[in-house]
């Protein structure tokens, strides 16, 4: 079942791309590299905020049909870090009109990931088409593995222990983002932006997993969240070659006209035609 929710995207993608008319769209082959911010969604909801993650790298392919309104289709393919940071206890404090203040103390765990965007990338061309402003929506696949934990208040931090009963490492969820690009000859360097919102858990729910008592300092929950999908944002320089000598003709590019071949009726001849018929039969009658 998994591995049918995995292949079908691509398939259907693949299938979309071989559809185009290869042999005069642009194929692009390209590299990307930053970092981001990464967090995640407890439910019920818990004290959490942000981390700074480390590198993000990966490679990337577009498909830049002739038609302006498709755009681009594309894959990419990433190397990620992600994480979150949970208040697993908190010191308390009393402001002058007796309010609770509190100063909470952080779990930290961070995870790596390879990451499989499938892009749609709408745009459109500035400054005598030398530079290429975008948008991008993707449907994403993730597998986790390995990364480390640490606390802020104990001294407890080491590698991480991934569970199958506990843990899942493959995931889902949707992208969108942003950037441009400008255009020196067949390369392309430019800036990305894009957020990753996720959609499937990072950790399995009470109801399949409630061992958590047993479970090391790698796991600082005593009741596992019901959700937890992870989101985050990268902010990455791109490099990009374009695999054609020729330029982007998708501006230059025009439909078709459908021939109609629609029979126009001329009454004139039609009356002539008949008159002549007429008269013919009126000689034979004769």
């Known amino acids: 079942m998994k591995f049918r929710k995995i292949t079908l995207p691509i398939l259907f993608l693949l299938a979309f791309v071989m559809l185009g008319e290869s042999a005069q769209a642009q194929h692009l082959i390209g590299v990307s590299g930053g970092a981001g911010i990464s967090s995640v969604r407890f439910y019920p909801l818990r004290e959490t905020k942000s ?5 993000d790298f990966g490679l990337s392919w577009r498909y830049y049909s002739l038609p302006r309104f498709v755009g681009a289709v594309g894959l990419d393919l990433e190397f ?20 609770e203040q509190r100063d909470y103390y952080y779990y930290t765990r961070r995870l790596n990931s390879i990451m499989l965007p499938m892009v749609w990338q709408p745009h459109f061309y500035v400054a005598r088409r030398h530079v290429r ?26 590698k991480y222990d991934w569970r199958l ?10 992208a969108g983002g942003g950037g441009f690009a400008l255009l020196f000859g067949r390369y392309e360097l430019g800036v990305r932006a894009r957020y990753y919102f996720g959609y499937g858990d990072l950790l399995k729910n009470m109801n399949k997993y409630y061992d958590n008592a047993t479970d090391g300092k790698e796991n600082p929950f005593t009741v596992t969240p019901l959700r937890s999908p992870l989101d985050n944002m990268t902010l990455n320089i791109t490099l990009a070659y374009r695999m054609s000598k020729d330029g982007y003709k998708e501006w230059e590019y025009k439909a078709p006209r459908k021939d109609k071949n629609r029979k126009k009726f001329n009454f004139k001849n039609s009356s002539v035609s008949e008159g002549g018929s007429s008269s013919s039969s009126n000689t034979m009658r004769r």
Request: proline share 2%; no cysteine.
């Open 51 to 55: 981390i700074t993650t480390g590198p």
């Open 80 to 99: 990620m870090q992600r994480g979150f940071s949970y208040g697993y206890a908190y010191s308390s404090s009393f402001d002058e009109e007796g309010v």
């Open 133 to 158: 402003i975008y948008l991008e929506a993707a449907f994403t696949l993730s597998y986790n593995f390995g990364g480390d934990y640490s606390y802020d208040k104990d001294e407890w931090h080491g």
């Open 165 to 174: 009963e506990r843990d899942n490492r493959w995931s889902y969820g949707l």
